[in-house]
Every structure is written in C-alpha cells, then in structure tokens.
C-alpha cells in the first residue's frame, strides 16, 4: 500500500515562494506518475503539475514558468518548488501517485491516481 505525506505549506506574500514535499512509502517504486493537484475553497480539485517515471513534467497553464516539480527516486519524495506565488494560488496541495496508466501520465484522469496525500495548506496574501 503506498502512502504518501505531504509538508512544506504556509502563509505568504504574493511574490513569495514555498518549497512542497512528498514523501511517498509502500510500493512506491511501481508507479509510473506523481502529481500534484490543489483545491479552493469552494472549487473542484485541478491538476498543477505531473511527473512520470522517465522524468517527463507537464504543468497546468496558470503555473507554467512559476512552478517546478521535480523527483528524488531514491528517497522516493517529490517537489514543488512554487515561485513568484499569488492569491489565486491558495488552496490545499495534495500529491498523488498512480498508475501505470494506459492513456499515459499526463492524461489521467485525476480519479486514476489511486494514492493521495492528507493535504497541505498554501494560502497567499496580496
């Protein structure tokens, strides 16, 4: 069973960064896809970022440029390193893993990922 645990939220300025974690245990190594998603208040979960096993990323439009994921294999841990952050970043992170997946990484569906994380809070003041 893979378990994943989250850390490295908090409160910040706009402009600001925050570094997130993800460390994952259990049968980690047979996933093919790591992600992080974020959900607002009042709104649905989305996808922010998506890594897969070769190391291949993909961002969501409102992020690219500003956001970083990144995988340690070894300590099976991944990163989200969030620069030049802004309110409409608030919302709680989670980070998934998944897979392998037929439609691939980046197309899954977030309901595919089978492991999640309890959360962490980012919240951005102007």
């Known amino acids: 069973q893979v378990q994943l645990v989250e850390s490295g939220g908090g409160s910040v300025q706009a402009g600001g960064s925050l570094r997130l974690s993800c460390a994952g245990s259990?049968?980690?190594?047979?996933?093919?896809?790591w992600g992080w998603f974020r959900q607002a208040p009042g709104k649905e979960r989305e996808a922010v970022a998506r890594?897969?096993?070769?190391?291949?990323?993909t961002y969501a439009d409102f992020v690219k440029g500003r956001f970083i994921i990144s995988r340690h294999k070894d300590l099976n841990t991944i990163y989200l390193q969030m620069n030049n952050l802004e309110p409409e970043d608030t919302g709680i992170y989670y980070c998934?893993?998944?897979?392998?997946?037929?439609?691939?990484?980046?197309?899954?569906?977030?309901?595919?990922?089978?492991?999640w994380g309890q959360g962490t809070q980012v919240t951005v003041s102007s």
């Open positions: 259990g049968y980690t190594y047979t996933r093919e896809c």
């Open positions: 890594i897969n096993s070769l190391g291949l990323t």
């Open positions: 998934a893993a998944g897979g392998p997946f037929s439609s691939g990484c980046h197309r899954a569906e977030l309901t595919d990922f089978g492991a």
